[in-house]
Nanobody, 123 residues
Framework: QVQLVESGGRLVQAGGSLTVSCAASGRTFSNYAMGWFRHAPGKEREFVAALKWSGITSYADSVKGRFTISRDNAKNTVYLRMSNLKPEDTAVYYC?????????????????WGQGTQVTVSS
């Protein structure tokens, strides 16, 4: 079993940068693929980024070039670095873990979820 806790969400002005974190506990996720999703009011939960432990990444087109997913294996922590933030990036950001190493953009293929951290981007 894996427990995931997101942190770092806050209010930020458009054009600014922010990094949110996902700390994992309970068991190692070295054999897992990790993902970030976001859920904005009035929208379905949306894939943002995914990371294999090998370093292979995948990004949604809407964030490619602005967001970077990374991890610190020693800290069992995954990060989402966001730059050039836009109001449409406002959402609750969720960290997720998949019990296989393959990347997936589908939320139903992830097994563990954190409770989310709110990111609000003001105009």
């Amino acid at each position: 079993q894996v427990q995931l806790v997101e942190s770092g969400g806050r209010l930020v002005q458009a054009g600014g940068s922010l990094t949110v974190s996902c700390a994992a506990s309970g068991r190692t996720f070295s054999n897992y693929a990790m993902g970030w999703f976001r859920h904005a009011p009035g929208k379905e939960r949306e894939f943002v980024a995914a990371l294999k432990w090998s370093g292979i990444t995948s990004y949604a087109d809407s964030v490619k070039g602005r967001f970077t997913i990374s991890r610190d294996n020693a800290k069992n922590t995954v990060y989402l670095r966001m730059s050039n933030l836009k109001p449409e990036d406002t959402a609750v950001y969720y960290c997720a873990a998949r019990t296989v190493v393959a990347l997936s953009p589908y939320d139903w293929e992830y097994d563990y979820w954190g409770q989310g951290t709110q990111v609000t981007v003001s105009s």
